[in-house]
């Protein structure tokens, strides 16, 4: 069974603090994505990297950075986290290769800002 | 830049058909895709069209695609409780050598009993 995992589904941090959020995929894809979730507003791209060190600003990158340093695990890394960045974050990968491009996502981490 | 749109939120009864909507306005998209998205999980592909079909129907899902009017919908026929979930509508277009999936911002279908 195909898997994205993340590692922790709820998290709670201060403000100022430096917080990373870990995804890990055993498919073997080239492809993994940063997304927030937020009501009303739904998925918007963090980053995505398509390759071992590679990365890609997406939409809303400012406040965010990540570390793609092994194939299966694509790290993002609130270097200073605010009360703005309390939201839902989902990790998710695809395969280069396969034909329709699904993408599959982890199950979530709530994280949330005091 | 591209652009999803769908509503917020769909009820219906139970053993009716559900029919949510969306629309987008990159006219290159190559793929549309249902996500479906149930409470604590992440999303998970529920179906795809290919943008030069009109129709693709699976089992319960009818996915109809009107690419003059860039309106994408999915039909759930006798819908169930367990199909209450957010249904979030993508499209993915050519963006350099990245094909990128814009999401919409999900629509939210409970089904009464």
């Known amino acids: 069974d195909v898997k994205v995992t993340q590692s922790s589904r709820y998290l709670v941090k201060r403000t100022g603090e430096k917080v990373f959020l870990e995804c890990v995929q055993d498919?073997?894809?080239?492809?993994m994505f940063w997304y927030r979730q937020d009501p009303g507003l739904g998925l918007r791209l963090i980053y995505f990297?398509?390759?071992?060190?590679?990365?890609e600003k997406g939409d809303i990158p400012e406040g965010y950075s990540v570390s793609r340093e092994k194939k299966e695990r694509f790290s993002l890394i609130l270097e200073s986290a605010s009360t703005n960045q309390t939201s839902m974050y989902l990790c998710?990968?695809?395969?280069?290769?396969?034909?329709?491009?699904?993408?599959?996502f982890g199950p979530g981490t709530r994280l949330t800002v005091l | 830049g591209e652009d999803v749109e769908q509503s917020l939120f769909l009820s219906v009864r139970e053993g009716d058909s559900s029919v949510i909507n969306c629309t987008y306005t990159?006219?290159?998209?190559?793929?549309l895709y249902w996500y479906k998205q149930e409470p604590g999980a992440g999303l998970q592909l529920l179906t795809y069209?290919?943008?030069?079909?009109d129709m693709k129907q699976d089992q319960r899902l009818t996915v109809l695609l009107n690419k003059k009017d860039k309106h994408l919908s999915l039909r759930i026929a006798d819908t169930q409780t367990g199909d209450s979930a957010i249904y979030f509508c993508?499209?993915?277009?050519?963006?350099?050598?990245?094909?990128?999936?814009?999401f919409g911002i999900g629509t939210k279908l409970q089904v009464i009993p």
């Open positions: 990159d006219s290159s998209s190559t793929y």
């Open positions: 069209i290919f943008s030069n079909m």
């Open positions: 990297s398509y390759d071992v060190k590679m990365k």
């Open positions: 998710a990968s695809s395969s280069r290769t396969s034909g329709d491009n699904e993408q599959f």
């Open positions: 498919m073997d894809h080239e492809n």
């Open positions: 993508a499209e993915m277009g050519p963006s350099g050598g990245y094909q990128k999936v814009t």
